[in-house]
């Protein structure tokens, strides 16, 4: 038995890989079988991260254990679905025990979070990378998709914004902080919680979604082309941190929050006669603007006057904001 | 607009991207969604290929298009899947467009003789390598699995042995051969044909079934350990095309369908009443030996003796036959 044959042993006796609800086969045949009952559908998300460019190398493996999973489950969380299983496609320069096992440690602890099984997978030698395939079921026809935001509904996130993003000088080791600053930020960096919760909330209520990873302005860009409207975001309601205000300062917070990516909380359109039952429920929304005829993402400053800036994606930690 | 996020678009526009049955929902939201008819369940693996491990680098990307797609849709046959959906995770160390193009050309080509459609992924900068995950559709119940053979089972293969592994030397340019030999032997390693229909066949009629990919010993090996029985080959019906035994010499073709690996055809045990019904639906069915009361794989010769080699898996093309 080789040792990428043992490694495969390793994951396959891993808690994780155990099954679940809606697991029929896991790992070890040809392909795993998934159950979806009766008027649901699957729901299917593929994200791959690369050593250096989406995370840090070296980095903890226990930490990229829990993120590289709650990265890819976060897409089933914006699509309203409940998380079901995944497959890991685990690509490795060498193979080493203890970083296997650490790796592991935080994959079944996000797993377990996520109520997700590990049903196959593919371990293989060269530069380190990993690929998540994620499975959640949806009652059919009621996925939140990013296409049915009208004029009218207010603009919302299930969450703060711009923490993953400010936490990069940490992760880089190019800045330090006190405990009470560095914590939390590392903290929604390394173990971003998806909002599976949250989404299942939404099903039925929110007229699009979608979860954040290329930061607000680029995503929001993706919803109002998805809808075809126009988003406006009103400055002084981005939800920001006091880690992330203590740390950078507000001019620069409030950047991150705009151009920052990483955040892996939902970003939703809401008709506004159903916004006060979801408050209601206890959810972290916080409003920060509304869909309107047209097209585009706009800024506004508490005067209405706009301010947005250029547009542009997040381009991971090579760019720190 | 980067670079990165042109290729997705790129992608999304190929005819491969355009759904088909059972895709409810295609590229462009944070997940794609698959309807799965009532009492049948989803089948789902994945398949690494790394570049200068699993494939030469620099190779044809129209060929690598065709194959990185076919290794993945083998393992649905593998279990009598009706293949319906993949998702490709490429990573890439820079964007050339012709490039892009030319693989997306095989990948289509590939994608259209198979019936899956492309239904996302993710596209990454990093050294180069390609993540497929497929999905296809088995009644509740009916997926063929390695754990089912009985002693008394014949023990087959749907097709010749070898021919993949035998063209390594001509893949990585070590030797040439004239266009008779050449060509059927580079065809089989480029554009291997997953064998769905077969795999549909199969169904209810096989008693355990994969795809050959690690090398009829080492495979072998796995429906011995997974179904609790011993599995004898005779050597003199491993079946072996003149292609390869002209190139190879019979000594070395033998050895290449024994333990050289990328051959992408169905290996299963049947019951032997029902052996001759599936013959007769015309299937290129070879019986190659037979399951026993025991564990293990041995290997015969004509007269019955014991002339098991030390099994080992195929480690690709770093180690030629």
Chains 1, 2 share one sequence.
Do not use: K
Not at 308 to 313: A, K, S, V
């Amino acid at each position: 038995m080789g040792e990428f044959e043992l490694i495969r042993s390793y994951f396959a006796a891993a808690p994780c890989a155990q099954g679940g609800e809606g697991v029929a086969l896991g790992i070890g045949d040809d392909c795993a079988l998934l159950a979806v009952p009766q008027g649901e559908q699957l729901a299917v998300s593929t994200d791959t991260l690369v050593a250096g460019v989406h995370f840090p190398d070296p980095c903890d493996p226990f930490l990229l254990g829990q993120r590289s999973l709650a990265v890819a489950v976060s897409d089933l969380a914006a699509m309203g679905a409940t998380p079901v299983a995944f497959t890991l496609a685990l690509t490795l320069p060498a193979v080493t025990a203890d970083w296997l096992q650490a790796y592991a440690r935080g994959l079944n602890r996000m797993a377990q979070a996520c109520g997700v099984a590990l049903v196959g997978g593919d371990t293989t030698r060269g530069p380190l990378s990993l690929t998540m395939t994620v499975f959640g079921r949806v009652p059919t026809g009621q996925a939140l998709t990013r296409s049915g935001a009208q004029p009218g509904d207010w603009l919302c996130v299930g969450g703060e914004l711009g923490n993953a993003a400010g936490a990069l000088p940490l992760v880089l080791g190019q800045r330090e902080a006190e405990p009470s600053i560095a914590e939390p930020l590392l903290a929604h960096y390394w173990s971003p919680q998806p909002q599976t919760g949250l989404g299942l909330a939404l099903r039925g209520m929110a007229s699009a979604a979608m979860d954040i990873s290329d930061g607000l302005l680029a995503d929001c860009g993706h919803i109002a082309v998805a809808s075809g409207v126009a988003l406006r975001i009103e400055r002084d309601r981005l939800p920001l941190s006091n880690a992330l205000l203590a740390f950078l300062g507000r001019p620069a917070a409030e950047q991150a929050a705009l151009s920052g990516g990483d955040d892996y909380v939902l970003l939703f359109t809401v008709p506004s006669v159903r916004l006060s039952a979801l408050q209601a429920q206890g959810w972290p929304i916080h409003v920060i603007g509304r869909a309107e005829a047209g097209q585009g993402v706009r800024l506004v400053d508490a005067d209405g006057r706009d301010i947005t800036p250029q547009i542009r994606g997040y381009q991971h930690f090579r760019e720190t904001p």
